[in-house]
């Protein structure tokens, strides 16, 4: 009984075996059949067709003019070119240590911390916040509420000594500022004196990508004549007092010495603060 059970079993098995040999010995025999190609002889038209007319092409339009479009005011050329990944450098305007990879972060923090180390100042606690956090920032430095210290792009824009002053700045506030939120909306302006108008050119460069804009690039802004700086929000006093004493004490920081360039900046900014915080005063006091 075994042994025709086994043989069943066998003959099963071939079964397949041989139905699948038949029908390639089908497939190879029809290709037998109709695989030949005829032969065919191409005899050449005696009255060639001339070529149907061709449409006259239409004149592409030409490109647009090489040169920078402003920006929307909203949004400032360089956060785009970080967005795309250029990681500054070469002819993008972008400063050219600009720290992007992980690594380039890492290296600038162990070099603020190396500086203030000189200085006797433990800078490893403070947790440092890089520009391209999503947030655009168009301070060289700020000093979040949550006591980190941001440094955004403009930062990198300064030489390695004016930037651990920038940085200094921004400490100074972290250890001597005295709290304020309050602020007051309406319509202010401060005039600005011609002794700094190289200062706001380098800033509206570099707030370009280091590209002058095209406005700044025409003879009626070259020389930035009757400056006027519109504000529509005041803080209140104690915020600018504190930017006074910040700037007072960079300025006539030994220890961190700065470029000429830089110190004009810092001016500026004094004077800035000066003149705001006279307005805030009165604002205040309404
Ligand atoms: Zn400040």
């Given at each position: 009984m075994k042994r025709y059970l086994f043989l069943l079993i066998l003959f099963i098995n071939l079964l397949p075996r041989a139905f699948n040999e038949e029908w390639s010995w089908q497939c190879s025999s029809m290709y037998a059949m109709y695989g030949e190609i005829p032969e065919v002889t191409i005899i050449p038209d005696p009255k060639p067709k001339p070529d149907p007319p061709q449409p006259t092409p239409i004149p592409l339009p030409l490109p647009e003019p090489d040169y920078p479009t402003p920006p929307d005011?909203?949004?400032?050329?360089w956060w785009e070119q970080i967005q795309n990944g250029n990681s500054g450098g070469g002819s993008s305007g972008l400063p050219a240590d600009l720290p992007t990879t992980d690594a380039q972060k890492q290296e600038f923090v162990r070099k603020i911390i190396a500086a203030f180390k000189k200085f006797g100042v433990d800078a490893s606690k403070i947790k440092i916040i890089f520009f391209d956090d999503g947030q655009i920032c168009m301070a060289r430095a700020q000093l979040l509420p949550t006591g980190e210290i941001k440094v955004c792009l403009r930062f990198f824009y300064l030489s390695e000594a004016d930037q651990i002053s920038c940085f200094n700045h921004e400490l100074y506030h972290k250890n001597h500022d005295k709290e304020t939120t309050e602020s007051r909306t309406g319509k202010f302006a401060i005039n600005i004196p011609e002794e700094y108008y190289p200062v706001l050119k380098i800033l509206d460069e570099e707030e370009f990508g280091g590209s002058i804009p095209p406005y700044l690039a025409t003879e009626e802004f070259k020389?930035?004549?009757?400056i006027q700086e519109s504000i529509d929000i005041l803080m209140h006093p104690d915020y600018y007092q504190n930017e006074i004493n910040a700037y007072e004490d960079q300025l006539n920081n030994n220890d961190l010495p700065i470029s000429d360039t830089y110190r004009k900046e810092c001016e500026y900014m004094l004077w800035r603060s000066k003149e705001l915080f006279k307005l805030a005063t009165k604002e205040f006091k309404k």
């Open positions: 005011p909203g949004i400032p050329s020389n930035y004549l009757d």
